[in-house]
């Protein structure tokens, strides 16, 4: 086995310290200015990448971050752990109790939420490819079907970091909200496999596309079943048994790596099995909240601030920001996503501006979509230019999102007086993923 050289393991620690020193500082800057940490974490990496100090410092830039490349490699594994490490909290938060409470309503919103924007993304890439895809094609299904999912899929911790904001997180409209996350998030990640098969990226597949899908939905639907009736007797041993919260903290890592090695094997990347795996432990009884609190503190200021900040290093934001490819995505996604929730929010009985509301709401996008562009950037399915419009259109729904449903909402109160649903609170609680 290879191993780093002590000038290497120094370049390393410095490439962790840099990075992480500036995802946390950003962060921290911009929710002081009420927006999530992940805008900051980007921009730091936007900096410290080659759109600016590899720009004007390009010697310090391949001194830290290029030369030698070994430590490189080496935090390339870390940052794909700690991306692993997200989509595993990210499913610890999808309230499987909730979605069977307010499926019916959050369904209609969630699957109307879905469709419409993947339509849009889908039949846009499909039509207008050649003049915003640099790779020549003969077959343009993977592309077109990986643009409506990445612009389908709506980000749970950002809607309810919003929805604390407007404190209304306990409120049915809010709680309606979330669960219509939920379901989206579940089945946005089903559709990326369908992609992840279909385009082949892992190359050595054993599986066709058709069995990969049929595995996929037999994994799921074993995991948020029969899998948490396994689940639950682990972590009641754990806690009844062995020390805590230690033990609880590494049965749920290793969890999480066993449904990342899953799903790795399968060929559709491990984080897909990381998020189905903290679909089935978060919603176990016997899995503390004081140890929740503590992994998801743990990702979150320490292994997610090294990944979203590591984005910046991969593409020149400067160079490829192409202002007509980044129209077009913002189009496309915001089009979709507003109408496609506020025809669900309409099914569902809401009144205008409150539908109106919902389909911003269901606007909000974060993590999961960078995670699904780099990806397909990496496997040569976009180019750097698309990847940098799907991270700007996170910017812009992010930004757009609050103060649109404070809009919309206070219209809808206007014209209809207060409503008892906006200010009925409810019992349950959501801790947020902070992306």
């Excluded at 699957?111 to 499909?126: E, K, V």
């Excluded at 897909?272 to 919603?283: D, P, Q, R, S």
Aim: with cysteine.
């Amino acid at each position: 086995m290879g191993k780093l050289a002590t000038n290497e393991v120094l370049q390393f620690l410095i490439i962790i310290t840099v990075l992480l020193a500036t995802a946390r500082i950003m962060g921290e800057l911009f929710k002081k200015f009420g927006m999530p940490a992940i805008i900051g974490e980007l921009l730091g990496g936007i900096l410290l990448g080659p759109s600016f100090i590899g720009s004007f410092f390009p010697g310090f830039f391949h001194f830290i971050f290029q030369d030698p490349k070994q430590p490189a490699v080496a935090f390339d594994g870390l940052s794909r752990l700690s991306v692993m490490m997200l989509l595993f909290i990210a499913g610890m938060e999808v309230k499987l109790e909730n979605i069977i409470r307010r499926g019916k309503a959050a369904a209609k919103i969630s699957f109307s939420g879905i469709a419409f924007p993947l339509l849009f993304g889908f039949a846009a890439t499909w039509f207008f490819y050649d003049q915003f895809f640099d790779a020549a094609t003969t077959d343009r299904t993977v592309p077109a079907l990986f643009m409506g999912t990445a612009l389908s899929i709506t980000a749970l911790g950002v809607m309810a970091k919003i929805l604390i904001d407007i404190d209304m997180i306990k409120s049915r409209f809010g709680n309606l909200m979330m669960t219509a996350a939920m379901i989206d998030d579940i089945i946005g990640w089903m559709l990326f496999s369908v992609v992840i098969a279909l385009a082949h990226l892992e190359g050595e597949s054993k599986f066709s596309a058709v069995t990969v899908l049929g595995i996929v939905i037999g994994f799921t639907a074993f995991m948020v079943t029969v899998g948490r009736r396994i689940v639950d007797p682990m972590f009641r041993y754990a806690n009844e048994k062995l020390s805590k919260p230690g033990a609880e903290l590494s049965l749920a890592m290793l969890l999480c790596l066993a449904g990342g090695i899953f799903t790795e094997w399968l060929g559709i990347k491990a984080i897909f099995g990381a998020f189905i795996m903290g679909v089935a432990i978060g919603n176990s009884p016997y899995f503390t909240q004081k140890a929740k609190d503590t992994f998801h503190d743990i990702v979150t200021y320490v292994f997610s601030p090294l990944f979203f900040v590591s984005i910046g290093l991969k593409v020149n934001f400067v160079s490829n920001f192409d202002f007509t490819i980044v129209l077009f995505v913002l189009a496309i996604s915001i089009l979709g996503k507003v109408i496609g929730g506020f025809i669900g929010a309409r099914l569902s009985g809401f009144k205008y501006h409150k539908a109106v509301a919902v389909g911003f709401g269901m606007n909000a996008r974060g993590s999961q979509e960078i995670v699904l562009g780099l990806i397909a950037l990496q496997a040569g399915i976009i180019n750097e230019k698309i990847f940098v419009g799907l991270v700007v259109m996170t910017f812009v729904t992010i930004l757009l999102a609050g103060p649109m449903i404070r809009y919309f909402l206070r219209k809808h109160e206007e014209i209809n007086g207060p409503s008892s649903d906006l200010n009925t609170r409810q019992s349950e609680t959501t801790v947020p993923v902070a992306v």
